[in-house]
């Protein structure tokens, strides 16, 4: 079945530690790709996307992306996390031909950061 | 206040009992999901509605059914049919077509403990 695979269940790194969340998805054709963060006791939100263009997407807190179409890979990358940073992190895809914008999830990444 | 409201935040219901999880939005948003979050498990698809008067399933609509009556309102029943319904239940919107409108936004959930 195609799916959207995230590496690492829980990853946990000191304060100011460089940071590479994986995510590799088996959809062939046109994607668009998705980080997600969901912060203790918050709402899912929105790190960054991909839709086209240049495949390395800035997001907000920091947090960047490297679309990389020959690997079908999506992998997030910070280089110095903070304590806040603290989250479970979800990798999403809509697939080609995805109706109503569906989107896939992976099963996602925790991140603890250590002070 | 603009956003996406669930309620409640907590529910507890007896086994074989049907319970209705609300979902409202006041963005203006077409589009609306229902997922299920379950620990290493991600998110799930469960129904999602395009229009008001019209949804379709998702990846695990079994035992789970919707109405969209209103453009504002989304709400999921789950049945005494669902299996496990103990899980975190999270509602998102979406803008509507077009491009760069992929985006979906997502509720604080509802955790649903059957008893």
């Known amino acids: 079945a195609q799916s959207v695979s995230q590496h690492n269940h829980h990853v946990i790194l000191s304060e100011a530690a460089s940071l590479e969340l994986g995510c590799n998805y088996s959809y062939g054709g046109t994607v668009n790709l998705f980080w997600y963060v969901q912060y203790p006791g918050q709402h899912l939100q929105l790190l960054l996307k991909?839709?086209?263009?240049?495949?390395l997407v800035k997001g907000i807190k920091g947090f960047e992306a490297e679309f990389i179409k020959s690997k079908f890979s999506f992998n997030l990358r910070k280089p110095s996390v903070q304590w806040s940073d603290t989250a479970e992190y979800f990798c999403a895809v809509r697939p080609p031909g995805a109706g109503s914008y569906q989107l896939t999830f992976g099963k996602g990444t925790k991140l603890s950061v250590i002070p | 206040d603009g956003g996406i409201t669930q309620s409640p935040k907590y529910l507890f219901r007896k086994e074989g009992q049907n319970v209705t999880l609300s979902c409202e939005q006041n963005?203006?948003?077409?589009?609306m999901y229902w997922y299920r979050q379950d620990p290493g498990q991600g998110l799930r698809l469960i129904y999602y509605s395009q229009i008001v008067n019209d949804f379709q399933k998702g990846d695990i609509a079994e035992g789970y059914s919707v109405s969209r009556e209103k453009k504002e309102s989304f709400p999921l029943t789950v049945t005494s049919a669902q299996k496990n319904p103990t899980a975190f239940y999270l509602c998102?919107?979406?803008?509507?077509?077009?491009?760069?409108?992929?985006?979906?936004?997502f509720g604080p959930g509802t955790r649903l403990t059957v008893l």
């Open positions: 998102a919107t979406r803008i509507g077509r077009g491009q760069g409108t992929d985006t979906q936004y």
């Open positions: 991909y839709f086209s263009g240049d495949p």
């Open positions: 963005l203006n948003h077409d589009a």
